[in-house]
């Protein structure tokens, strides 16, 4: 079993940026396909983005592409969610996840706590 630690998040103005990391214990990231999503208050769980295990392919939410980017470090057991061009809309909070099988798109099988992100107008 994994555990996910998400860090990061705060309050930025629109068009700034920030660095969300996930760092894991319990075992080796490279053993997981790795995604973020996020959730803001009376809305859905919406995915953001995802990696596979090798690190070769990513996914993206249509409403972050072109501005967020996912990568992994697998020698620190970290994930990084790198936010650009950040706008009000994309306040919410943010969630690491792991899966073990698939690429975490809807669901996944590991989740950390969140972290929350505020971005002001």
């Known amino acids: 079993q994994v555990q996910l630690v998400e860090s990061g998040g705060g309050l930025v103005q629109a068009g700034g940026s920030l660095r969300l990391s996930c760092a894991a214990s319990?075992?080796?990231?490279?053993?997981?396909?790795m995604g973020w999503f996020r959730q803001a208050p009376g809305k859905e769980r919406e995915f953001v983005a995802a990696?596979?295990?090798?690190?070769?392919?990513?996914y993206y939410g249509d409403s972050v592409k072109g501005r967020f980017t996912i990568s992994r470090e697998n020698a620190k057991n970290t994930v990084y969610l790198q936010m650009n061009s950040l706008k009000p809309e994309d306040t919410a909070v943010y969630y690491c996840?792991?899966?073990?099988?698939?690429?975490?798109?809807?669901?996944?099988?590991?989740w950390g706590q969140g972290t929350q992100v505020t971005v002001s107008s």
């Open positions: 319990g075992r080796s990231l490279s053993n997981y396909n």
């Open positions: 990696m596979s295990r090798s690190g070769i392919r990513t």
């Open positions: 996840a792991a899966s073990s099988l698939s690429i975490p798109r809807a669901s996944a099988d590991y």
